[in-house]
């Protein structure tokens, strides 16, 4: 009988440990929420430029130092689902046949971010009218120098013991980066007439078909 009041306490013990994380979770999620939801609406209401990081921390009724916790920058509100983007590519790149030529793999994998990105939302929406007032913001430096400085990184580790593994990985990552910048360009020079996750898709497959060495 000791035994099991014991064991019952134990329980009792993991359970309420459980319910503790499991609130400090939903508070890190609404406090996420929140900060998002107060850079979208003032963003609408006073533009991008013109709202700032403490803008944001008053009407999300949090501290400035909380704001950079959650987000590094301003820009990074305009793309919340960028690190679950940014895991999605590097779980698909090392799925990939180790076999498989480099930036096929990464090319491929690219195409994980871009097919997310089309998906349709009233927020996405909204960003891609933002977008179209302020091109410059539609991929950030921030976004680009993190993607480029990932892939250099899943390159030395994937392709560990290769011959010249550190110029194939700034490589990589270079022709990437140039994808990003053209597909940005374009989108801004034919006045956003295409989705911009579009045309990034287009690029990719471009590129693809630019270094296929194959005879024909």
Same mark, same amino acid.
């Given at each position: 009988?000791?035994?099991?009041?014991?064991?019952?306490?134990?329980?009792?013990?993991?359970?309420?440990? /459980? &319910? $503790? #994380?499991?609130?400090? %979770? @939903?508070?890190?999620?609404?406090?996420?929420?929140?900060?998002?939801?107060?850079?979208?609406?003032?963003?609408?209401?006073?533009?991008?430029?013109?709202?700032?990081?403490?803008?944001?921390?008053?009407?999300?009724?949090?501290?400035?130092?909380?704001?950079?916790r959650y987000f590094p920058t301003k820009e990074d509100?305009?793309?919340?689902?960028?690190?679950?983007?940014?895991?999605?590519?590097?779980?698909?790149?090392?799925?990939?046949?180790?076999?498989?030529?480099?930036?096929?793999?990464?090319?491929?994998?690219?195409?994980?971010?871009?097919?997310?990105?089309? /998906? &349709? $939302? #009233?927020?996405?929406? %909204? @960003?891609?009218?933002?977008?179209?007032?302020?091109?410059?913001?539609?991929?950030?430096?921030?976004?680009?120098?993190?993607?480029?400085?990932?892939?250099?990184?899943?390159?030395?580790?994937?392709?560990?013991?290769?011959?010249?593994?550190?110029?194939?990985?700034?490589?990589?990552?270079?022709?990437?980066?140039?994808?990003?910048?053209?597909?940005?360009?374009?989108?801004?020079?034919?006045?956003?007439?295409?989705?911009?996750?579009?045309?990034?898709?287009?690029?990719?497959?471009?590129?693809?078909?630019?270094?296929?060495?194959?005879?024909?």
């Amino acid at each position: 009988m000791k035994q099991a009041t014991v064991a019952e306490s134990h329980a009792d013990e993991r359970a309420a440990l /459980a &319910s $503790s #994380s499991s609130l400090r %979770q @939903r508070k890190k999620d609404a406090t996420h929420q929140a900060i998002t939801d107060a850079a979208w609406e003032l963003f609408a209401e006073k533009g991008y430029e013109e709202t700032s990081v403490n803008d944001i921390a008053e009407r999300a009724n949090v501290a400035p130092r909380t704001f950079f916790r959650y987000f590094p920058t301003k820009e990074d509100v305009i793309y919340p689902e960028f690190e679950e983007m940014l895991q999605r590519v590097r779980d698909e790149f090392f799925r990939r046949p180790p076999d498989e030529p480099l930036m096929t793999s990464l090319i491929t994998s690219m195409q994980t971010m871009t097919d997310t990105m089309t /998906a &349709s $939302s #009233s927020r996405n929406q %909204q @960003r891609l009218m933002m977008l179209k007032r302020s091109p410059e913001l539609s991929i950030s430096d921030y976004i680009r120098r993190r993607m480029t400085n990932q892939i250099e990184e899943w390159v030395l580790q994937r392709d560990a013991g290769c011959a010249d593994v550190e110029l194939r990985a700034k490589l990589a990552s270079g022709i990437i980066g140039l994808i990003m910048d053209t597909s940005r360009d374009h989108w801004v020079s034919t006045g956003a007439t295409e989705a911009l996750p579009d045309l990034g898709h287009r690029c990719l497959s471009l590129v693809q078909d630019l270094l296929d060495t194959r005879s024909s």
